[in-house]
């Protein structure tokens, strides 16, 4: 088991911004140009051949994120991780993982400061064996446009740009997409026709000076590369440690080149960004004190008998891994009474997270109680500790509740985005794919559209006096409270403020089984830019393809189906792809 908080061996971030006209490995390259016995500047040299053993493999983690995952998909794997404390640690390493997480920008500041960048230039000139993935491959690129242009280390011609939501695409680029594989990928020989996950908003195109770099592109609204090789340095846009077992794949044949590749190449029909398939898990401390998943119906946990007591569907941790197992495509943890304690306090969640991502490969996203907070010897959390904190302990991104609708509130009155907010300050940090807003909206009808000063509807089914519009109102604190905000104000709000991604529950329909609020699921999902789950309501696999059919969902997510075992993962899938509706297999 990992210390609490992970080392982070180059965690001092600094704010100079690299010079466009110099990065370390085009200065390398320009001078090996001219004499071919260059040494840098440092008479850096790589080892030339293997003296350690064949299952360490050397992990360049500079503290930005959620490495776990990589690190125990590689321990899955059979493989010890050797850090990356000095450059001379890259020089000598036999193969290196680097899994870039978080922003260009303060990435490239550590690898110049700490004198990585210019190691890593010398490792990959030699050859060396190398694996970048997501940010790992973004960084290679000779600049990119995030917060910048900034430069990167010039490996590979061309500029990393963002994602054009104008092209009608959802950004960021979050889910389950197909690859189109080159020649010659090697480490995706078992890819085949398989699914692989992506989250990002950045990406690098295919161009005439990179063209003998990439092993495969990807389709988002345009193509783009997924993935390069050039001998033994790869790296991939998509996250292997987190595309299941196709992913694990990945990480196999980068580790073991010499094994050979699959018989036959893994089935499947990808062929374009799936639709996702997620099981949620609400999370609290029964009366007894133990961390149970529990259900509710309209947000009412408690049993309806003399007990009264919390509802308990089983334990958490079992739950993840046979739904990883199942084929859920993601899995979200709610700390449903994070709002009045203290999530840091509250370390069974953090052991939760830590044990689910020792053997769970697919997104892990958890929520509950992010938000700043002093605990009762006075000491002050900010939320950015207690989102970091999660991040550490295996989540991949952190979904906020009743402190969004704060903010929402808050940004809608002022018009001045303040940049204090949980929402904006953890996603300035660990990027807004990196964050989801839950909203928790309650139905209320009216008689006309103005009635209130809120986005009204007109609803496919009448409220009890016949009314024909209804709002959505927001709630906090598990829907105790109602706020005046409605669901539509709130998503565009905090899309504007940072979010990468809604969650968007319906406290009428929650446990009802009656099918989500497709009303409620189309104003949303139409109004916003940024990927939106559907929640609440599921009780039939026709649910979820009624959802993708009539609303721009990009996920629909259940809980009491799945808990209650009425509905398979794998039959809510069959049935989508019966529908023709991708999903990944
Ligand atoms: O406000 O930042 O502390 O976050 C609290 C989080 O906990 C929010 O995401 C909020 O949605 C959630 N939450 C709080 N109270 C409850 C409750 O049920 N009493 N659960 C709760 C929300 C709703 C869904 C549920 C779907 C699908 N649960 O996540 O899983 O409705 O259920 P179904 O398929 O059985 O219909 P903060």
Redesign the pocket.
Known sequence: MEATTTAAPFSSFVTSRQNLSSSPCSLLLSRKKVNLKFKSPRSLSVRASSSTSDSVVTLLDYGAGNVRSIRNALRHLGFTIKDVKTPGDILNADRLIFPGVGAFAPAMDVLNETGMGEALCTYLENDRPFLGICLGLQLLFDSSEENGPVKGLGVIPGTVGRFDSSAGIRVPHIGWNALQVGKDSEILDDVGSRHVYFVHSYRAIPSNENKDWISSTCHYGESFISSIRRGNVHAVQFHPEKSGEVGLSVLRRFLNPKSPPKQKPMEGKASKLAKRVIA?L?VRTNDKGDLVVT??DQ???REQSNENEVRNLGKPVDLARQYYKDGADEI?F???T??RDFPLGDLPMIQVLRYTSENVFVPLTV?????DFTDATGRYYSSLEVAAEYFRSGADKI??????VYAAEEFIKSGVKTGKSSLEQISRVYGNQAVVV?I?PRRVYVNHPDDVPYKVIKVTNPGPNGEEYAWYQCT????REGRPIGAYELAKAVEELGAGEI?L??ID?????KGFDTDLVKLISDSVGIPVIA????GTPEHFSEVFETTNASAA?????FHRKEVPIQSVKEHLLEKSIEVRM
Do not use: E, H, T, W
């Open positions: 949620c609400d259900k509710g947000y009412d946990v979200s709610l700390n449903i994070g709002f929520g509950g109680g992010i938000r979904s906020i509740g009743s402190d969004a839950s928790d906090v604190s598990g829907g969650l529950n319906c329909c929650d446990g009802q089984g929640s609440s309501g599921a997510l259940a809980a009491g189906i």
